[in-house]
C-alpha cells in the first residue's frame, strides 16, 4: 500500500520559514518525480513545486521563485519543501504527490499525479 505522509506544517508569523516533509512508503521512491501542491480555502488546488527523480531538476511556481526550496533524499524515502519569507498569501493545505516516470524531469501536470498526501494545514498570520 503506498502512502505519502506529509508533516511540518502549522502556524508562523508572516516572514517566517516552515519545513515541509513528505514520507513516502510501498513505493521505489527515486523512479518518482515528486511534488508539492497547495490548496487555499475557496481555491483551486495548484501547482507548488516539483523535483525530478535524481533531484538534478526541480521547477517552481511564479509565486514561490527565490522563497521555497524542494528537495529529496531518496535514502529516506523523503521529499522536502523549504518555505521561507512566507507570507499570508501563502496559507493553504500543502499536498504531497508522486509521478511514475522514467525520465528524469521535474514536471507534475494537476491531473498527472499518482499518489497523493492527506495534506498539512499552513497558516502565515500577518
Known amino acids: 500500500q503506498v502512502q505519502l505522509v506529509e508533516s511540518g506544517g502549522g502556524l508562523v508569523q508572516a516572514g517566517g520559514s516552515l519545513r515541509l516533509s513528505c514520507a513516502a512508503s510501498g513505493l521505489t521512491f527515486s523512479t518518482y518525480t515528486m511534488g508539492w501542491f497547495r490548496q487555499a480555502p475557496g481555491k483551486d488546488r495548484e501547482f507548488v513545486a516539483a523535483i525530478s527523480r535524481s533531484g538534478g531538476r526541480s521547477t517552481y511556481a511564479d509565486s514561490v521563485k527565490g522563497r521555497f526550496t524542494i528537495s529529496r533524499d531518496n535514502a529516506k524515502n523523503t521529499v522536502y519543501l523549504q518555505m521561507n519569507s512566507l507570507n499570508p498569501e501563502d496559507t493553504a493545505v500543502y499536498y504531497c504527490?508522486?509521478?511514475?516516470?522514467?525520465?528524469?524531469?521535474?514536471?507534475?501536470?494537476?491531473?498527472?499525479?499518482?499518489?497523493w498526501g492527506q495534506g498539512t494545514q499552513v497558516t502565515v498570520s500577518s
Open positions: 504527490a508522486a509521478r511514475v516516470d522514467s525520465r528524469d524531469i521535474a514536471t507534475i501536470p494537476s491531473n498527472g499525479a499518482k499518489y
